[in-house]
């Protein structure tokens, strides 16, 4: 089982980094290659391991996948040409991938087992089946203790063509809806889909580049609102090259550790920086944080080196709430590392969707600040963290990370501001997103190895 120990920080971090290839943005690169017909060249995929699913869910489904130079090739199938897969579908530790794959197979004519690893076993699906399934798919699956559909799951076959769905989402999801904008491609006529608030919107922008009729705006009421309208649509999606930009939650620990620990001139190159993405910048700015945005240019997702420099700057509590959580979520863990190291006490609120991610993140954050000595009440929705106002956090920290690799990652660069050296244990999912945390953590002048 794969540790982390790091020592505190004992000068600035300093240098140029990249992180990987945007997952979000990696998943929807590979699934969506699968619908075309031309072929596609993906640029800047990470090398993680959720993002490999994805490209073996695609092969069995009937994609030709190979790598050229810095490239994946990808020759799809077409909306109607997918084969039945000889073998279940494994979806590893990715959520995203196998809520997608609820999507794309949805009209299907075959059926198609999707299985996962312990930790997805106990994911709750049944916010994306309920509304496939008004649609006309066939989606089954096991009841969990709360009555929730969880994997593994037997999608289709579809028991005739799907209908068009006009659906209002309880909260704002980009996996729900992905799900079913890929369904309603199977259609013939309208769908459209309303949500509370915004979310990613890296579906519409991909999609849309590809061709298929997904248009995305504000409707009525004021509220998001994407439309799939498939009346003159042909069915077909070209090829081209989709450009994967470096992914905001990787880089956030590394901003944040230039941040705690301070930084001559720490640089993470070519960042996503899409607005539905960089919620956790607007907290850190909030709390008093300075991280630069040099733009750069091209891609249908816009793009920025971040850069930090300077000392460690005195931080002030804040509240994460509302839509902020939902442009912040995967980021929560390591913006407590931070509220931990402010003056006043910071609010994560609303944030109940941190319950049923890889771990109960409301539960596992938590303890991984009290590993540091850090006071912090955990909530039904969120928690409360008391800053330490700058001193130092607790020497010796043992923290169980609980196979969840953000809470890995943000104990680590929590302990850049303890006062010994930090135990980071159960760290192996650490490779499902960020494989070269480590070296690039060392690479900036930080003491931290694996055990």
């Given at each position: 089982?794969?540790a982390?120990?790091?020592?505190?920080?004992r000068?600035c971090?300093h240098?140029?980094?990249?992180?990987?290839?945007?997952?979000?943005?990696g998943?929807?690169?590979?699934?969506?290659?699968?619908?075309?017909?031309?072929?596609?060249?993906?640029?800047g995929?990470?090398?993680?391991?959720?993002?490999?699913?994805s490209a073996?869910?695609?092969a069995?489904?009937?994609?030709?996948?190979s790598?050229?130079?810095?490239?994946?090739?990808?020759?799809?199938?077409?909306?109607?040409?997918m084969r039945?897969p000889?073998?279940?579908?494994?979806?590893?530790?990715?959520?995203?991938?196998?809520r997608?794959?609820?999507?794309l197979?949805a009209?299907?004519?075959?059926?198609?087992?999707?299985?996962?690893?312990?930790?997805?076993?106990k994911?709750?699906?049944?916010?994306?089946?309920?509304p496939?399934?008004?649609?006309?798919?066939?989606?089954d699956?096991?009841?969990?203790a709360?009555?929730d559909?969880?994997p593994?799951?037997?999608v289709g076959?579809?028991?005739?063509?799907l209908?068009?769905i006009q659906?209002?989402?309880?909260?704002?999801?980009a996996?729900?809806?992905?799900?079913?904008?890929?369904?309603?491609?199977y259609?013939?006529?309208?769908?459209?889909?309303?949500?509370?608030?915004p979310?990613?919107?890296?579906?519409e922008?991909?999609?849309g580049?590809?061709?298929?009729?997904?248009?995305?705006?504000?409707g009525?009421?004021?509220?998001?609102c994407?439309?799939i309208?498939?009346?003159?649509?042909?069915?077909?999606?070209?090829?081209?090259?989709?450009?994967v930009?470096?992914?905001?939650?990787?880089?956030?620990?590394?901003v944040?550790?230039?941040l705690?620990?301070?930084a001559?001139?720490?640089?993470?190159?070519?960042?996503?920086i899409?607005p539905?993405?960089?919620?956790?910048?607007?907290?850190l700015?909030?709390?008093g944080?300075?991280v630069?945005?040099q733009?750069r240019?091209?891609?249908?997702?816009?793009?920025?080196?971040?850069?930090?420099?300077?000392?460690?700057?005195?931080l002030?509590?804040?509240?994460?709430?509302?839509?902020?959580v939902?442009?912040?979520?995967?980021?929560?863990?390591i913006?407590?590392?931070v509220?931990?190291?402010a003056?006043?006490?910071?609010?994560?609120r609303?944030a109940?969707?941190?319950?049923v991610k890889?771990s109960?993140?409301?539960a596992t954050?938590c303890?991984?600040?009290?590993?540091f000595?850090?006071?912090c009440e955990?909530?039904?929705?969120g928690f409360?963290?008391?800053?330490?106002?700058?001193?130092?956090?607790?020497?010796?920290?043992?923290?169980?990370?609980?196979?969840?690799?953000?809470?890995?990652?943000a104990?680590?660069?929590?302990?850049?501001?303890?006062a010994g050296?930090?135990?980071?244990?159960?760290a192996?999912?650490?490779?499902t997103s960020?494989?070269g945390?480590?070296?690039?953590?060392?690479?900036?002048?930080?003491?931290?190895?694996k055990?």
């Open positions: 089982m794969t982390f120990v790091v020592q505190p920080a000068s971090l240098g140029t980094v990249t992180v990987p290839g945007d997952k979000s943005i998943h929807r690169a590979l699934l969506f290659s699968l619908l075309t017909q031309e072929p596609v060249r993906i640029l995929l990470g090398d993680g391991a959720d993002n490999g699913r073996k869910a695609i069995a489904l009937g994609a030709q996948v790598r050229q130079d810095q490239a994946v090739c990808v020759r799809g199938t077409g909306l109607a040409g039945a000889s073998a279940a579908l494994d979806c590893g530790n990715s959520g995203t991938t196998i997608m794959l609820c999507g197979l009209g299907a004519p075959f059926a198609t087992r999707l299985v996962g690893d312990e930790s997805l076993s994911r709750p699906m049944r916010r994306v089946i309920e496939l399934c008004t649609m006309g798919a066939r989606i699956g096991p009841r969990d709360r009555g559909v969880v593994p799951l037997t076959p579809a028991a005739g063509p209908t068009p659906y209002e989402l309880p909260m704002a999801s996996q729900v809806k992905t799900a079913l904008t890929l369904a309603a491609l259609t013939r006529g309208v769908s459209s889909l309303i949500e509370p608030g979310s990613r919107d890296h579906t922008r991909m999609l580049f590809l061709g298929a009729p997904v248009h995305s705006g504000v009525a009421d004021g509220r998001p994407t439309t309208d498939t009346l003159r649509w042909d069915g077909r999606l070209r090829g081209g090259d989709l450009e930009p470096g992914d905001p939650s990787s880089a956030a620990f590394l944040v550790a230039a705690l620990a301070g001559q001139e720490v640089r993470i190159e070519n960042v996503c899409n539905t993405r960089t919620g956790f910048l607007d907290v700015e909030a709390m944080a300075a630069e945005q733009p240019h091209g891609g249908a997702e816009p793009t920025a080196d971040l850069v930090v420099r300077g000392a460690a700057p005195a002030k509590a804040t509240e994460i709430s509302g839509s902020l939902v442009r912040s979520l995967d980021e929560i863990p913006l407590a590392v509220a931990a190291c003056h006043g006490t910071t609010l994560v609303q109940e969707e941190l319950r890889e109960d993140r409301i954050t303890a991984m600040l009290r590993a000595g850090v006071s955990e909530r039904p929705d409360a963290v008391e800053g330490s106002s700058g001193a130092p956090l607790g020497a010796g920290a043992q923290v169980d990370a609980a196979g969840d690799h953000r809470i890995a990652m104990g680590a660069i929590a302990a850049l501001r303890a050296p930090a135990h980071i244990g159960d192996d999912n650490v490779a960020y494989p945390f480590v070296d690039a953590l060392a690479h900036l002048g930080a003491a931290i190895a055990v």
